[in-house]
């Protein structure tokens, strides 16, 4: 290696770099396009356009219409406008099914709705993180309001198989959900042909910027909004961050142009990191081998060797990854996901995320090895 590294960043299914194309135009916006949307004057008319624009753009990334993409703060208020939205929906069924490996946005807020009386049913996954669509069909029931799953999943990114999930939902008259927070703009996503109902989307997963997200609400479904306000006709209240959307439209723009080049040539890097890491530390692992992941997504067990440790290391060469373990105020606590697989304490703790993006290159995957292959070899040393 020559000299020290500037950076490198395999985090990006925490967050991604915002692309300098949504950064020049989330500027624009702030510079010129302040006016608000709902004000008559051209001022206004200009920004309800870009938001107009921006609209389409992430319409087209889901092979939707524009009419059906709500914008949101978030994932997180995309999910609960959703799940809740749904439960309204159907007051006579108090029913969900969801997984056990959802990400805390949703498995917090059902955990509420447990306390409040709906009933909520947890698939769990088998040992590669994968979902059982019998189990599903068993689950469904005529109670059922609705079945949430991910399309990806945000550590170890393994793929539940959505399209054939929501069939099953929609068969039984239920509404489906999914969470495609880790998915939009590393696959492609077809919402003509995935009969889903709702569906989450998150800014700054795909490098748009923080504090904006979409949801998309299948025509003709009348989902009651989280906040009511005259904004969204009527389906989010509050005024729009207009630069946050302007910045997920020339994202969503960015995503398609080019997605199958991207995916192919991340899926390589990913692959070379994992076959060199595997073939390099004999006693390393990936969770979730041999299921159907998203691109991007390596979730590598080194063992039973503190993930900590390693990462720390990492960090002070400038390389940044993350642990498959939730951090909590009293220290780590092993991942739900890797539980969910039966991974044990130590060796959920022993697991690294690696999360690659359309900025990582192949220099920077050479440089993470040899990095992480002195890193281990010297942790291993001082074991022994
Ligand atoms: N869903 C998944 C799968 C995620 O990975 C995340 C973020 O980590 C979220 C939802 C939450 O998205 P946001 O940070 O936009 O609220």
């Known amino acids: 290696m020559n000299g020290p590294i500037e950076m490198i960043y395999l985090d990006n299914n925490a967050t991604t770099q915002v692309a300098p194309e949504c950064v020049d135009a989330i500027l624009a916006c702030l510079r010129d396009g302040w006016g608000n949307p709902s004000s008559k004057h051209r001022l206004g008319i200009e920004s309800k356009q870009c938001v107009s624009e921006a ?7 889901l092979g939707a219409t524009p009419l059906e993409i ?3 703060s978030g994932g997180t208020e995309s999910s609960h406008t959703a799940i809740l939205g ?3 929906l159907n007051p006579d069924k108090r029913h969900i099914v969801t997984t056990t490996v959802e990400h805390p946005s949703i498995l917090l807020l059902l955990r509420r709705l447990e306390e409040q009386g709906i009933r909520v049913t947890y698939l769990e996954v088998d040992e590669k993180g994968r979902l059982d669509l019998p189990t599903l069909e068993r689950a469904v029931t005529q109670d059922t309001a609705l079945v949430s799953l991910m399309l990806a999943n945000n550590e170890t990114g393994v793929l539940f198989p959505v399209e054939e999930a929501a069939q099953i939902a929609k068969s039984r008259g239920c509404l489906f959900h999914t969470d495609a927070v880790q998915a939009a703009g590393k696959a492609e996503i077809d919402l003509g042909r995935m009969p ?19 949801l998309f609400v299948r025509k003709g479904l009348k989902l009651p909004p989280l906040f009511p306000g005259h904004q969204e006709r009527g389906r989010r209240g509050g005024t729009e961050n207009v630069p946050g959307i302007v910045g997920m439209g020339a994202a969503s723009a960015l995503a398609v142009n080019g997605l199958k080049i991207h995916e192919a040539r991340i899926r ?4 070379r990191l994992e076959s060199e890491i595997l073939a390099h530390v004999p006693f390393a692992s990936v969770n979730g081998a041999g299921a159907e992941r998203i691109a991007n997504t390596s979730n590598i067990r080194f063992g039973n060797m503190e993930s900590e440790a390693i990462l720390d290391k990492l960090d002070r060469m400038n390389i940044f990854a993350s642990p498959g373990a939730a951090c909590t105020a009293s220290g780590s606590e092993p991942s739900h996901v890797l539980t969910a697989m039966g991974l044990d ?11 690659l993006s359309r900025y990582t290159t192949e220099e920077e995957v050479d440089q993470v090895l040899s990095a992480l292959s002195g890193i281990v070899g010297r942790l291993s040393a001082e074991a022994a």
């Open 55 to 61: 609209r389409a753009q992430v319409a087209t990334l």
């Open 70 to 72: 709500v914008f949101t």
């Open 86 to 88: 749904a439960v309204a």
């Open 196 to 214: 889903v109902d709702l569906l989450s989307l998150s800014g700054h997963k795909l490098h748009a910027s923080k504090g904006v997200g979409a």
């Open 268 to 271: 390589t890097l990913r692959d």
């Open 345 to 355: 304490r130590s060796a959920a703790l022993a697991s690294i995320r690696f999360s």
